[in-house]
């Protein structure tokens, strides 16, 4: 589903960390995805619509280069991504084979995928760097997919990094990784990671001005109530 660009903008400003925080207060646990971390041109934060592909071990019959060439291919699915799509691929933690290399991310970045988050590796490192996309991965490894992995199908629901992906969930990717927002939760939770992010500010300045932290974070009345007549005033 497509995203109002309000949403977008305002997401691109909230941090990884205060999403899992309000996440959390709306009972949602699994949200960070274990093994992506900033890789390669992963200073800023992304902020996009899951385009979900799938790996599951390699099977002898099916995983060959001649695969490479199939309709059901890692190369198919790179022309179906949309611009401004963060493709997320479940590898399975696989850290034996590269699921993507140069030509693919560079295929990628000119389709003008957002970014690129798996909880596997990539390969040819330097060629990937080279082509400005975005990636967040576990690390590379020569060897190519079909060296230790199948792909089997894309815009299917995944897991990634021990957590549950549904095309079109919204994915945000920063220094502290990348987290996954259910599609149907993105204007609540974006709203109350707004929210929280300017309490969290407030609460910083009161830190410096040596505010002690009981009652102040997490906010009791007397300190909520101060906040809200103080950003009032403002």
Sequence with gaps: MPFDSAIIDAL?????????TVLLK??????WMRGPRPFFHATERVVGPAFTLRFVPAREDLATPESWSSPRSTRAAIEDMPP?????????GALEAGIFGDILAARMHKRGVAAL???????????????GLPV????????????????????????????????????????????????????????AA?????????????????????GLYPPNAETRARYEAETKRS
């Design 194 to 214: 707004v929210e929280q992010e300017h309490l969290e500010a407030w609460i910083m300045r009161e830190v410096e001005k040596g505010t002690p932290l009981p």
């Design 136 to 191: 967040w991965c576990n690390g590379v490894a020569a060897p190519a997919s079909v060296a230790g992995l199948t792909f089997v199908g894309w815009q299917e629901p995944i897991g990634c990094g021990g957590v549950a992906v549904f095309p079109d969930d919204l994915v945000v990717a920063d220094g502290d990784g990348a987290v996954v927002i259910p599609s149907a939760l993105v204007p609540e939770i974006a709203k």
């Design 84 to 92: 401004g799509c963060i493709a997320v691929v479940d590898a399975m």
């Design 117 to 131: 988050v798996t909880d596997g590796v990539m390969r040819d490192g330097a060629g990937v760097e080279g082509t």
């Design 12 to 20: 691109r400003v909230v941090t990884t960390a205060t999403l899992t």
């Design 26 to 31: 709306k009972g949602l646990r699994r949200c």
